[in-house]
Nanobody, 124 residues
Framework: QVQLVESGGGSVQAGGSLRLSCAAS??????IGWFRQALGPEREGVAA???????TYADSVKGRFTIFKDNAKNTLYLQMNSLKPEDTAMYYC????????????????????WGQGTQVTVSS
């Protein structure tokens, strides 16, 4: 059974930092990443990493967020620095095992499995 369990969300002031974690089990993924959804129906890709450790970032978070993983612990992380109020959202971990898809790393439809999400709130 595939399980993705996020943790680490919370409330911080603008300029602060948070580290999100995603414990992945029961699955050998080819891509795994972070998505977020603010108020509204659209879910956007934030950062993703393939099995070999190649990261991809959304332009809005480049230079502020870092995605990395610990293969021994089967855990994915998202280090978020210099947080802004517009980063406020529910953050989801997602994974897929159908192979690396260049150019589709941050596309919602490319991911099969999703966690329940962890809320991040950034106040000004």
């Amino acid at each position: 059974q595939v399980q993705l369990v996020e943790s680490g969300g919370g409330s911080v002031q603008a300029g602060g930092s948070l580290r999100l974690s995603c414990a992945a089990s029961g699955y050998r993924y080819s891509m795994i990443g972070w998505f977020r959804q603010a108020l509204g129906p659209e879910r956007e890709g934030v950062a993703a990493i393939d099995f070999d450790g190649r990261p991809t970032y959304a332009d809005s978070v480049k230079g502020r967020f870092t995605i990395f993983k610990d293969n021994a612990k089967n855990t994915l992380y998202l280090q978020m620095n210099s947080l802004k109020p517009e980063d406020t959202a529910m953050y989801y971990c997602a994974a897929d095992g159908r192979g690396y898809a260049r150019g589709f790393e941050l596309k919602v439809f490319r991911y099969t499995y999703w966690g329940q999400g962890t809320q991040v709130t950034v106040s000004s």
